[in-house]
């Protein structure tokens, strides 16, 4: 299991940390740990599994259309 702080998060999305606040706040974050009320931890497979199944696969239009 590799760990990962707000901070560590924020730097592998490209996002700032108010951001990943954001995100916590609106519920749609990967899973995390609660260590203590300040300290917020995400597991590293948890976060590549959330960002998967964020991924969309655009629609090919057809000819008709």
Known sequence: MQL???EDLAV??????RTIYKYIASGDCPPYM???AK???????DVDAWLESKKVIPQQKSRNE
């Open 4 to 6: 990962m702080s707000i």
């Open 12 to 17: 592998y999305l490209g996002d700032s940390k």
């Open 34 to 36: 609660r260590i203590s």
């Open 39 to 45: 300290n917020i931890k995400f597991d590293r497979a």
